[in-house]
T-cell receptor, first 113, second 115 residues
Framework: AQSVTQPDIHITVSEGASLELRCNYS??????LFWYVQSPGQGLQLLLK??????LVQGIKGFEAEFKRSQSSFNLRKPSVHWSDAAEYFC???????????FGTGTSLTVIP | DGGITQSPKYLFRKEGQNVTLSCEQN?????MYWYRQDPGQGLRLIYY???????QKGDIAEGYSVSREKKESFPLTVTSAQKNPTAFYLC??????????????FGPGTRLTVL
């Protein structure tokens, strides 16, 4: 079955600290992987996406993610978190055939001064 | 500016009423989607459309209806048959449904509350 797991419901980090948000997926074909960010009461904004090629992808706002096929993971990282990064983060998987996206349940990030 | 607009931002409904949520895109995208978001449950697909005058049910279509008469518009009607409609509704679009053009872009959402 196709699915996405985000094991951490909520993460708290200090401003300036590094961040890693975990995402594991189950998908029967070559996955296309995405990270989105959502501020309270807003829509989802695309941070980055992976289709093929280099397994380390760069996104907006200083975020990056690494695709590890052997671990079925696509973890999101940022070297130094800013207070404005506090939001909900969603990982999603889709595929070439056009089957629907599967979203994780999200990780809520709190940034403390 | 290209993008997706949803209206209204907030919507209140009395029990037994149908309400329609608007979604418009000027990205010239073929595919459009409606999702429902509840706390702790992520996004669940209600309906999607790959082309004008065609749409398919998603995982939770019961109590909802859609139309796709124009490429840029994909309104969602929440009917009285939907027993628990209070939620945040998100509309999305993608250039295609498949291939590397299936990246979905989202509107700002509509929060529906049943009184």
């Amino acid at each position: 079955a196709q699915s996405v797991t985000q094991p951490d419901i909520h993460i708290t980090v200090s401003e300036g600290a590094s961040l890693e948000l975990r995402c594991n997926y189950s998908y029967g074909a070559t996955p296309y992987l995405f990270w989105y960010v959502q501020s309270p009461g807003q829509g989802l904004q695309l941070l980055l996406k992976y289709f093929s090629g280099d397994t380390l992808v760069q996104g907006i706002k200083g975020f990056e993610a690494e695709f590890k096929r052997s671990q079925s993971s696509f973890n999101l990282r940022k070297p130094s978190v800013h207070w404005s990064d506090a939001a909900e983060y969603f990982c999603a998987v889709g595929g070439y055939t056009g089957n629907q996206f599967y979203f994780g349940t999200g990780t809520s990030l709190t940034v403390i001064p | 500016d290209g993008g997706i607009t949803q209206s209204p931002k907030y919507l209140f409904r009395k029990e037994g009423q149908n309400v329609t949520l608007s979604c418009e895109q000027n990205l010239n995208h073929d595919a459009m989607y409606w999702y429902r978001q509840d706390p702790g449950q992520g996004l669940r697909l209600i309906y999607y459309s790959q082309i004008v005058n065609d749409f398919q049910k998603g995982d939770i279509a019961e109590g909802y209806s859609v139309s796709r008469e124009k490429k840029e518009s994909f309104p969602l009607t929440v009917t009285s048959a939907q027993k628990n409609p209070t939620a945040f509704y998100l509309c999305a679009s993608s250039r295609r449904r498949g291939g590397q053009d299936n990246t979905q872009y989202f509107g700002p959402g509509t929060r529906l509350t049943v009184l």
